[in-house]
């Protein structure tokens, strides 16, 4: 049953024994605005959870793919790279009290993330924001080998090259440096 709402808000203690599901995507476009601090104009993302009751907690089983747009650290130039992602989160009420935790925690299986509600809604959006979030990776490199800007003249050097790398390799090098104390 996928859920046909544009709400992204699920109470705490509504969820029915069968789970709810909801699916959300670009084209769908309910999380385009929360997400567009990351995904800018053209987003591109496909999530669908899963959200269970269990005992006093709420089981949510989330699927998230799409695109992201980044800035090579290296080389300044934009690229996209795709990811696909599974996770599960456990919710807990704070205000259950550390006794009925005890509990719920035994019946975690596996590897769970485990978030503490204030109140008594999850927000999906917020969910997905954060899982998307933290798929930005913290030094983008458009490829592991990308070869940078030269730091003299700027030239991006997977694209050409310039005659100053040459000579930054050779002021390094330890051979030319023998060489200019012997004054060959
Ligand atoms: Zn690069
Ligand atoms: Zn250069």
């Given at each position: 049953m996928i859920k046909n709402t544009s709400s992204t808000i699920v109470k705490f203690h509504e969820v029915p024994q069968g789970g709810l599901d909801f699916e959300f995507s670009q084209k769908s476009g309910e999380l385009n605005q929360v997400l567009f601090d990351i995904l800018g104009d053209y987003p591109v993302y496909h999530a669908i959870l899963h959200i269970t009751p269990m005992n006093a907690m709420v089981k949510l089983k989330g699927e998230i793919k799409g695109e992201l747009r980044n800035i090579c650290s290296r080389c300044a130039e934009d690229f996209s790279q795709s990811y696909s992602k599974n996770f599960l989160t456990a919710f807990y009420k704070s205000?259950?009290?550390?006794k009925n935790f005890s509990g719920a925690i035994n019946d975690l299986e596996g590897s769970f993330d485990l978030e503490f509600l204030e109140g008594s809604e999850i927000d999906l959006a917020e969910v997905i924001h954060e899982q998307v979030a933290i798929e930005i990776p913290f030094k983008p490199l458009c490829s592991e080998n990308c070869k940078g800007l030269c730091v003299k003249c700027g030239t991006n050097l997977n694209t050409s090259t310039c005659n100053c790398t040459i000579n930054i390799e050779k002021a390094n090098s330890p051979f030319e440096k023998l060489k200019s104390l012997r004054g060959d």
């Open positions: 205000d259950e009290g550390i």
